[in-house]
């Protein structure tokens, strides 16, 4: 069975650009998750989708936003880049996006975006 | 606010063990625990529900109090390949957002 996939695996932008980041889950499951790791830091929860709708975001601002699309692969985008936005995302799926969060989250390798 | 983890790292030799410990000031409905080696993904332990219930497998398991919402990873008899950092994700009660803890950084020398 292919884990999830994550491409590109490195991007580099200069401060300003836009961003898009994108996230293939493993089949069979509807919800993705995307979270940020900067250099150092834990893991901070960005955005989850499921069934092609955001269901919950986590505490970035709006030039962060992404999309899910009917074969519940995903893109995130990043607009307007700052040079704070340096870090790891990675994706994650789970096989359902319900209330009882028993379901794991297996993560991509992540892509590793450098904004100069 | 971030789960708090402790410590914040620590050097085992092989066969010792080790507790890791994830404090949360928000009511949690449950705590998931992964292990990322430097430069890889995370990869899923396990997960923890309210109720109390510990779990474990192989020399790896943990604990979750949710009343003093904390829970505890427990590593025995480590080995090499247990070196990584090793976060909480925690659900807080009522919302669908994940929260990671601070990380612990793990090394196990021959």
């Known amino acids: 069975e292919a884990g999830v996939t994550q491409s590109p695996t490195h991007l580099i932008k200069t401060r300003g650009q836009q961003a898009t980041l994108r996230c293939s889950p493993i089949?069979?499951?509807?919800?993705v998750y995307w979270y940020q790791q900067a250099l150092g830091l834990g893991l901070q929860f960005l955005l989850w989708y499921d069934e092609g709708e955001e269901r919950n975001r986590g505490n970035f601002p709006p030039r962060f936003s992404g999309r899910q699309f009917p074969n519940y692969s995903s893109e995130l985008n990043v607009n307007a880049l700052e040079l704070e936005d340096s870090a790891l995302y990675l994706c994650?799926?789970?096989?359902?996006?319900?209330?009882?969060?028993?379901?794991?989250?297996?993560f991509g390798p992540g892509t590793r975006l450098t904004v100069l | 606010q971030q789960p708090v983890q402790s410590p914040q790292a620590v050097i085992l030799r092989e066969g010792e063990d080790a507790v890791i410990n994830c404090s949360s000031s928000?009511?949690?409905?449950?705590v998931h625990w992964y292990r990322q080696k430097h430069g890889e993904a995370p990869v899923f332990l396990m997960i923890l529900l309210k109720g109390g219930e510990q779990k474990g497998h192989d020399k790896i398991s943990a604990s979750f109090n949710e009343k003093k919402q904390q829970s505890s990873l427990y590593l025995t008899a480590s080995q090499l390949s247990y070196s990584g950092t090793y976060f909480c994700?925690?659900?807080?009660?009522?919302?669908?957002?994940?929260?990671f803890g601070t990380g612990t950084r793990l090394k196990v020398l021959a």
């Open positions: 928000k009511a949690l409905y449950s």
């Open positions: 994700g925690t659900e807080v009660s009522g919302t669908y957002k994940y929260i």
């Open positions: 994650a799926s789970s096989p359902v996006g319900d209330t009882t969060s028993t379901d794991t989250q297996y």
């Open positions: 089949s069979g499951h509807t919800s």
